[in-house]
């Protein structure tokens, strides 16, 4: 995406039509899936060897792979993109490459786990930034501090990714990147201070802020072009000493634009009130992950655009509710995974609903045991949960994919 090649269609977010190309090449076999996780989403995959010799084939001197004890033979005017696992390699080849002034990617790939603390010494930031075509820097998993790369010479640059990085603070010259459209600060536990000024920044990742006064210094609300938000506290965090989260998430109040949302690890009891308020009437997609300590849904029934829900992990959670008198009016997928406590849909009794939910499942939830009204209904997953919810089947008239797995107790149903 971040090297055009991804074409744009009308509206459509990049993000939405670059996942549309990934399962298309997926399911002609180009991909091969090497790891996926818990709720079976893919994670990693790789191209298979004979589509790897294609690409390397078409793709000639553009590409360049530097690795430990190899001698890389290539031709510095021709390198387009860089990668490596390598650092000290990586350093030798960037010294090498004062020529490849088109250089547009440069990943310093990871071979460590999101959620390890191995770190790697970063030896060359001030090469990086003789590279003035670049548009994608990948620095994960790096002792780097500060950022001490002048900004100004990396217009271009459209994706930076510090994940996991000893980073303490970005610098305000960031903001001047208009062509930046995804900066990933994943698992950043040192990050203090977000720069004041990033109106231009089209999609930012959030990961933690610290305390409510950077939240709010990073005024999301007024980022008019910032689509999507993801914020996530780490797991092995003390719940007892993060009694700041509510105010955290209050201080990150988008812009009512925003299109994606995704939080988890909150701990606490309830949402912040821009949640509750339903202030977020154009989201198209929310995930609510590991979010165990709240007991109230916001009224997400009442958003008109919303296509897609991921609930997960959110024990304390009883209830679905309507919300509203036509509820879920655009929701064309649901998934509900791990909800131990969830026991009943409120609210839909003689109301309108899900008129276009198309795919719905139902994983680990052994406490819902009915279904409501599901008029265009083509999918049904049901995992690990009550079976008295397949009684409920016999009313879905659109369905045409039935999956069942696994249910803790022997339920006796008929149809006639």
């Given at each position: ?143 780097i501090k500060i950022l001490q790369i002048p900004m100004d010479n990396l217009k271009h640059l459209r994706y930076l990714d510090l994940s996991y990085s000893y980073i303490e603070a970005l ?246």
């Amino acid at each position: 995406m971040a090297n055009g090649f991804i074409p744009s269609r009308g509206r459509m977010d990049l993000e939405d039509i670059g996942h549309e190309v990934f399962v298309e090449l997926l399911s002609r076999s180009l991909f091969e899936t090497t790891e996926k996780d818990e709720d079976g989403y893919i994670r990693k995959c790789k191209l298979h060897d004979a589509a790897y010799d294609l690409a390397r084939s078409v793709m000639g001197a553009e590409c360049m792979k530097a690795e430990a004890e190899e001698a890389p033979n290539f031709s510095p005017e021709r390198i387009r993109h860089l990668s490596s696992s390598d650092v000290t390699s990586a350093a030798k080849a960037l010294e090498s490459l004062h020529k490849a002034q088109k250089m547009r990617s440069f990943l310093l790939i990871s071979n460590y786990d999101e959620n390890t603390s191995h770190y790697r010494r970063l030896l060359f930031p001030h090469y990086i930034s003789e590279f003035r075509f670049l548009r994608v820097l990948d620095l994960r998993h790096t002792d780097i501090k500060i950022l001490q790369i002048p900004m100004d010479n990396l217009k271009h640059l459209r994706y930076l990714d510090l994940s996991y990085s000893y980073i303490e603070a970005l610098p305000e010259s960031i903001s001047s990147l208009q062509n930046l459209q995804t900066l990933k600060l994943r698992g950043c536990v040192l990050l203090r201070e977000l720069p004041k000024n990033m109106k231009n920044m089209r999609s930012t990742k959030y990961n933690k802020s610290g305390n409510s006064t950077n939240a709010k210094e990073a005024n999301l609300i007024a980022k008019q072009n910032l689509h999507s938000l993801e914020v996530s506290w780490w797991e092995n965090n003390n719940v007892t000493m993060r009694g700041n989260d509510e105010k955290v998430l209050e201080g990150l109040e988008p812009h009512p634009n925003l299109k994606r949302l995704d939080i988890s690890y909150y701990s606490r009891i309830k949402f912040p009130h821009w949640m509750m308020d339903s202030a977020l009437m154009n989201l198209e997609k929310i995930s609510l992950i590991m979010c165990k300590q709240c007991e109230i849904l916001p009224p997400f029934g009442q958003l008109p655009f919303l296509k897609v829900l991921v609930i997960a992990h959110m024990n304390g959670v009883k209830c679905i509710g309507a919300g509203s008198s036509k509820a879920f009016p655009s929701l064309k997928e649901l998934t509900l995974k791990g909800m131990a406590n969830l026991e009943e849909w409120s609210g839909f009794e003689g109301r309108e609903a899900f008129p276009s939910l198309r795919k719905l499942t139902i994983d680990g939830c052994p406490k819902l045991s009915t279904l409501p009204w599901l008029p265009s209904l083509e999918e049904l997953v049901i995992r690990d949960s009550n079976g008295n919810v397949l009684r409920s089947v016999m009313n879905l008239t659109s369905l045409s994919s039935l999956c069942l797995d696994v249910f803790p107790e022997t339920v006796t149903w008929c149809t006639c």
